[in-house]
């Protein structure tokens, strides 16, 4: 049964109970929750995913429900929990969808240490993954989903969740969260692709969430060999991409700062980190227009030696 319809069925309410399990790339997840607006949210952005109901074992419980007593009804808010736990303040009622999004993905990343996690964008063609491993405000979201529309499978838009056995990329596509100027420019440059409501004055702006294309969903079991690794920067009014090759000591480096759970892994993050290096050609790019860093980065995807 898909997670659409599943979400579909009339009794929705025995959600808040039995709670609904899902797939999210390797991840089996089992969500309880009585928002009727969440669940609406959930069948318009992963519709397609797996779904199931009942006992499975799951590597994340997490409830996404209203806070109890008067901030139930007066100044209405929201709380997450993730194994009867709640990692994080409340939020405003109407954030529930975002806080839900945000706060798997710090289930994910202070839990999943089987994989090495990069904080970078990572996406694939024919078999080879292209990474994109920024800081938060870099543009590394909003070039991802531009490439997701422009003939790359979307991998993720926030993990590069690597193997150590095999040094492949695993998954993990998920509603890609735009903030702030970001939205304007994809609703622009993607006019057709699905964009949910805006959130506005959230804790980090406004913010809306662009649908992964259905086939990255469709195929997010598969993984892809990494290939390019290509640190980006958004820069406001530059015309033209600049790009630099770099050194893979430097590029090593970087990717370092850029990880969750490296220095955790100790030795094994170490070695995994470095068979990454050595498998990819690394640049940085620095760019201001969308179409002309594609243009770009199908260049130098374009049978680029290693």
């Known amino acids: 049964m898909t997670l659409s319809e599943l979400l579909q069925a009339p009794d929705r309410r025995g959600l808040a109970d039995n709670g609904l399990v899902y797939r999210s790339g390797p991840f089996i997840i089992a969500l309880r929750t009585r928002l009727a607006d969440t669940l609406d949210l959930l069948e318009q952005f992963y519709g397609p995913c797996w779904a199931s109901r009942g006992p499975a074992v799951a590597h994340f419980q997490v409830e996404i429900n209203s806070a109890s007593g008067i901030r139930r009804w007066w100044r209405a808010q929201a709380v997450f929990a993730l194994d009867a736990l709640h990692p994080f303040e409340p939020f405003p ?4 969808f975002p806080l839900l999004e945000w706060g798997l993905n710090w289930s994910i990343a202070t839990r999943a240490h089987r994989y090495l996690m990069l904080h970078a964008g990572a996406l694939e063609r024919n078999g080879q993954a292209l990474l994109l491993p920024a800081m938060p405000g870099a543009g590394k979201s909003t070039l991802s989903a531009a490439l997701a529309y422009r ?9 590069g969740l690597i193997r150590p056995t095999g040094g492949d990329i695993l998954p993990l596509p998920r509603a890609i969260p735009l903030k702030n100027r970001s939205i304007p420019v994809i609703r622009e440059f993607l006019p057709d692709a699905f964009l949910g409501p805006v959130f506005p004055k959230t804790r980090k702006g406004d913010v809306a969430h662009l649908r ?3 086939p990255s969903l ?25 790009l630099k090759r770099l050194d893979k000591s430097l590029g090593f480096a970087r990717l370092a700062q850029n990880a969750f759970n490296y220095r955790l892994l100790g030795e094994g993050g170490f070695m995994t980190l470095v068979r990454l290096v050595r498998e990819c050609t690394c640049f940085s790019m620095d760019y201001g227009n969308l179409a002309a860093a594609i243009a770009l980065i199908e260049e130098i995807t374009a049978d680029e030696p290693c």
């Open 93 to 96: 009622r109407e954030h529930a």
């Open 151 to 159: 003939g790359w499978r979307l991998l993720s838009d926030e993990f």
């Open 212 to 214: 992964p294309p259905l």
């Open 218 to 242: 469709a195929r997010q079991t598969e993984p892809a060999q990494p290939r390019w690794i290509a640190f980006p920067r958004f820069v406001p009014g530059l015309r033209r991409p600049q």
